[in-house]
């Protein structure tokens, strides 16, 4: 992985943070945190049962300045991490791939093993 390790180290903390924050109110609360890979990328996707977060609405403070979760995305995204953000079936759900083979390069299936090309056994990658 290219870049400073503090920065996905803070950066992960900081998406943990939010998540927790938006289960305070919640009757249910459940954090869900996987991790993977694929040829080119570290798979982290965290899930949580907090009130519904849009893409756009859980970027910006309701005083229309940058929140702390926009600029964990942004430092990301300096080092060619893609992330995505949706709500499905009561969580929202914050994916992020980090590519660990050249910068900024994007391919492989995400966090979905049917997408993914097959790896060999035997680990000779072909």
């Known amino acids: 992985m290219s870049g400073v390790k503090a920065d996905y180290s803070v950066s992960l903390s900081a998406i943990i943070r939010h998540s927790m924050s938006f289960m305070k109110d919640s009757e249910l609360k459940e954090l869900v945190i996987s991790t ?5 990328h570290v798979c ?11 893409h756009d609405c859980s970027l910006h403070d309701p005083d229309e300045e ?15 991490v893609l992330s995505q953000i ?7 759900v914050v994916s992020i791939r980090i590519p660990y083979r050249g910068s900024g390069v994007t391919g492989g299936g995400f966090l979905n093993p049917e997408t993914r090309p097959p ?3 035997d680990g000779s990658g072909g």
């Open 86 to 92: 949706v709500h499905e079936s009561g969580f929202n």
């Open 66 to 80: 940058k929140s702390e979760f926009s600029h964990v995305l942004s430092l990301l995204k300096k080092y060619g």
């Open 36 to 40: 993977g890979h694929d040829d080119l």
């Open 119 to 121: 790896t060999p056994i």
């Open 44 to 54: 982290v996707k965290i899930e949580d049962t907090g009130a519904p977060v849009a």
